[in-house]
């Protein structure tokens, strides 16, 4: 059994003895060395990098603007509940598709304020508001309040909380400014912000903000 190559000479005839073989076909001369694959280009790069530094900003933007956000309470006006440099985190989604409820902790804009504010919401819209002797009443209903150490030292109405307004008070009734002042009053629906829970157990770091 022979084996038959692939090279023949361009004549047709065979080679002379001792000369190399030639090929016809150039390109199955010598293997040539393979190329090493050429890095990405430093262009590229700096896109990748901007694109995937892009996304995180736009995403720490959705998660702050849309669902929740870190802060730090500050004044003594929810003493007994939350304490002054005490962190919070502030559910801003809570309330999409539901309205606050009696007893949520809630971060709040009063009118004409640029600060926010973290109250406790007492009564809602269309309700009867009563303070007497630090009891507060609601419709003609006391409300059972095992968070207040300092209940409050003054009277206050009766008043009617307006529709899609809500009522809030501080824990430390005594030194809260709240919706018994005639400067804030009920909240409308577009004040108050978020539902605001205790976060200092969760994580560390300092917050983005403060509120009172």
Same mark, same amino acid.
């Given at each position: 059994?022979? =084996? ?147 209940? =409050? ?32 009053? =009920? ?26």
């Amino acid at each position: 059994m022979t =084996a038959r190559d692939d090279f023949r000479p361009h004549d047709g005839e065979p080679p002379e003895e001792g000369a190399p073989a030639r090929a016809d076909n150039p390109e199955m001369g010598e293997a040539q060395p393979k190329r090493p694959k050429k890095k990405p280009k430093r262009r590229i790069r700096l896109i990748e990098a901007a694109i995937t530094v892009g996304l995180a900003l736009a995403l720490t933007l959705f998660l702050r603007t849309f669902v929740f956000q870190i802060t730090t309470v500050q004044g003594p006006s929810m003493e007994g509940t939350l304490h002054s440099n005490e962190r919070v985190a502030v559910l801003l989604f809570d309330y999409w598709l539901g309205e606050p409820k009696r007893g949520d902790v809630v971060l709040c804009s009063y009118p004409e304020h640029d600060e926010l504010f973290i109250k406790r919401v007492l009564a809602l819209p269309g309700e009867m508001v009563l303070i007497r002797e630090g009891i507060v009443y609601v419709d003609g209903r006391p409300l059972t309040e095992k968070y207040v150490d300092w209940p =409050a030292e003054d009277d206050f109405g009766p008043t009617m909380v307006a529709e899609n307004c809500y009522f809030v008070l501080g824990d430390n009734r005594p030194v809260s400014g709240d919706s018994r002042l005639a400067a804030v009053g =009920a909240l409308p629906r577009q004040n108050i912000k978020g539902r605001a829970v205790v976060l200092n157990n969760l994580f560390s770091g300092r917050g983005d903000s403060g509120i009172r």
